[in-house]
């Protein structure tokens, strides 16, 4: 009776155990039609401490990266053989394709990974492991397809930029880790051969050529893409890597909104590589970045001429601050391309090592647009090649094309400089307006430094001098301008 019982009990787990299987069968491939794709991927997704920081952007939204990963080594992407650039490119970009999502960030593990140019059309944070290098190498064709961007103020189609964020309303770079252009000095030979192309491309914005034909897809054309670009975005942080070569300007903020841009260490060593360049875009601050760059450091664009009119979008509501400069051109640089106008710029506690020029607004005439309410306190530089304070509505203006008009003239009013010190420079102050459209109100409060040259004020109407303090270095090469002429600190014409 016992075995009997037994033996039914093992018949019934058997019956019970077929009913199990049978339903399980018929019924999960409904729960995965049923579970949502990245859902699926959490189960496998991996948790990093990068993922648990917060940031408040200049809205005073607050936002966060997605506390899950997508890492690249999953999607058969291979560190350190710059051979694999290509293989690389695919896999990455897959990750992004078919992982990244609004619980998922793009992790670049540490290691030295080689690839071409990244495309980003959906939110995406970036989070660069401390110990990544994400490598770009030389290989034009790693860069197609083209990409709309701008090019010296004038939109074109052009090569994509290394790293392309295309309309992304959310997401950041982040991490700590390396973004590097190698051999970047392929990148600037283009330089050499640009001439004809620029050409062209003036020849098309005089002309309201539209954008889908302004196609610029040879080597021969010579116009380099910008490394990082951001084109139509908001929301977005960059926080927390660094940047080495560029090929051409660094950080390009094209038509965006929103940005914090912070704890960058930023090195570029070549033509027109600028470091941060805000062009046509609003509401942003720019805080606690290093900067040793090939040309100016941080710049305030917003297109140049017949273009600048078209789109008419200003670069405005932007804080600057707490940045070191190492070395540069101009330190921080409104211009020249402003057509579509800069207000509303807030600059504080610049420290500049060396550079050419502390802070630099440029223009010409034709060009238009306006420079206004900028308010600069506390700039101090060691050694500066030129100037401390440069202002000029002439910026290139012989090389503008003969049979243009001078007007529409360039606006440049309300600027409020105080505090600057300066060790070394050529002269403090070059400030040079038009007769035709003096800068007006313009105000100088508060700076201390020494120069080998006279400073000079022009073509500005009433400007407000208040605590100049202004010395000349000894110098045994005064050569033409003459021991009498040195002796004028400022001079106003």
Same mark, same amino acid.
């Given at each position: 009776m016992k075995n009997k019982k037994l033996k039914i009990n093992f018949e019934t787990i058997l019956i019970i155990s077929a009913l199990l299987i049978i339903g399980l069968i018929l019924f999960l491939p409904r729960v995965v039609i049923l579970v949502n794709h990245s859902d699926i991927l959490s189960i496998f997704a991996q948790k990093i401490p990068e993922t648990e920081v917060t940031y408040t952007l200049p809205n005073n939204q607050t936002v966060k990266p997605p506390d899950r990963i997508c $890492?690249?080594?999953?999607? !058969?992407?291979?560190?350190?053989?710059?051979?694999? @650039?290509?293989?690389?490119? *695919?896999?990455?970009? &897959?990750?992004?394709?078919s992982c990244v999502d609004e619980k998922h960030s793009l992790f670049i593990p540490a !290691?030295?990974?080689?690839?071409?140019?990244?495309y980003f059309n959906k939110?995406?944070?970036?989070? *660069?492991?401390?110990?990544?290098?994400?490598?770009?190498?030389?290989?034009?064709?790693?860069?197609?397809?083209?990409?709309? =961007?701008?090019?010296?103020?004038?939109?074109? /189609?052009?090569? &994509?930029?290394? %790293?392309?964020?295309?309309? %992304? =309303?959310? +997401?950041g770079i982040i991490g700590g880790g390396k973004i590097k252009i190698v051999n970047p000095e392929k990148w600037y030979t283009w330089d050499k051969k640009e001439k004809p192309a620029k050409n062209r491309l003036l020849q098309f914005s005089q002309e309201n050529v539209p954008?889908?034909?302004? #196609?610029?897809?040879? #080597?021969?054309?010579g116009l380099r893409p910008p490394f990082l670009q951001l084109y139509n975005v908001k929301n977005f942080v960059l926080d927390n890597f660094i940047v080495e070569n560029s090929t051409s300007w660094t950080i390009h903020a094209l038509y965006s909104q929103n940005l914090l841009i912070q704890n960058l260490n930023i090195f570029t060593n070549g033509p027109n590589t600028d470091g941060i360049v805000l062009d046509s875009s609003t509401n942003a601050i720019v805080r606690n970045n290093i900067l040793n760059t090939g040309d100016d450091a941080i710049v305030l664009k917003s297109g140049s001429d017949e273009d600048g009119r078209r789109i008419a979008k200003p670069t405005e509501k932007i804080l600057i601050e707490d940045n070191f400069i190492k070395d540069a051109h101009g330190a921080v640089v409104? +211009? &020249?391309?402003?057509?579509?106008?800069?207000?509303?710029?807030?600059?504080?506690?610049?420290?500049?090592?060396?550079?050419? /020029? !502390? %802070?630099?607004?440029?223009?010409?005439? +034709?060009?238009? !647009?306006?420079?206004? $309410?900028?308010?600069?306190?506390? %700039?101090? @530089?060691?050694?500066?090649?030129?100037?401390?304070?440069?202002?000029? @509505?002439h910026y290139k203006e012989a090389i503008k094309n003969k049979n243009s008009s001078p007007k529409p003239y360039p606006i440049v009013e309300n600027i409020t400089v105080n505090n600057l010190t300066a060790e070394t420079t050529e002269r403090v102050i070059f400030i040079d307006g038009l007769k035709e459209n003096p800068f007006k109100n313009i105000h100088l409060k508060n700076i201390t430094a020494q120069q080998r040259r006279s =400073?000079?004020?022009?073509?500005?109407?009433?400007?407000?001098?208040?605590?100049? $303090?202004?010395?000349? /270095?000894?110098?045994?090469? /005064?050569?033409?301008? +003459?021991?009498?002429k040195l002796k004028k600190v400022l001079i106003f014409n």
């Open positions: $890492n690249i080594k999953k999607f !058969g992407a291979t560190a350190g053989d710059s051979t694999k @650039a290509k293989e690389n490119r *695919l896999a990455i970009q &897959s990750a992004i394709d !290691g030295n990974w080689f690839t071409g140019s990244l939110n995406t944070w970036l989070i *660069l492991n401390k110990e990544a290098t994400l490598n770009f190498v030389y290989d034009p064709e790693l860069y197609r397809p083209l990409r709309p =961007s701008r090019f010296e103020g004038y939109e074109l /189609i052009n090569f &994509s930029a290394p %790293l392309y964020f295309d309309h %992304l =309303s959310g +997401g954008l889908e034909q302004r #196609v610029f897809d040879k #080597v021969t054309d409104i +211009g &020249s391309e402003m057509t579509g106008g800069v207000q509303d710029i807030t600059i504080k506690n610049i420290k500049i090592e060396k550079a050419d /020029i !502390g %802070l630099r607004l440029k223009t010409r005439p +034709g060009r238009g !647009g306006f420079i206004r $309410n900028i308010n600069l306190d506390h %700039l101090e @530089a060691q050694k500066l090649r030129a100037e401390l304070l440069k202002i000029n @509505a =400073s000079h004020i022009k073509n500005t109407t009433d400007p407000d001098l208040q605590n100049i $303090n202004i010395t000349f /270095i000894p110098r045994k090469d /005064i050569k033409k301008e +003459g021991k009498n």
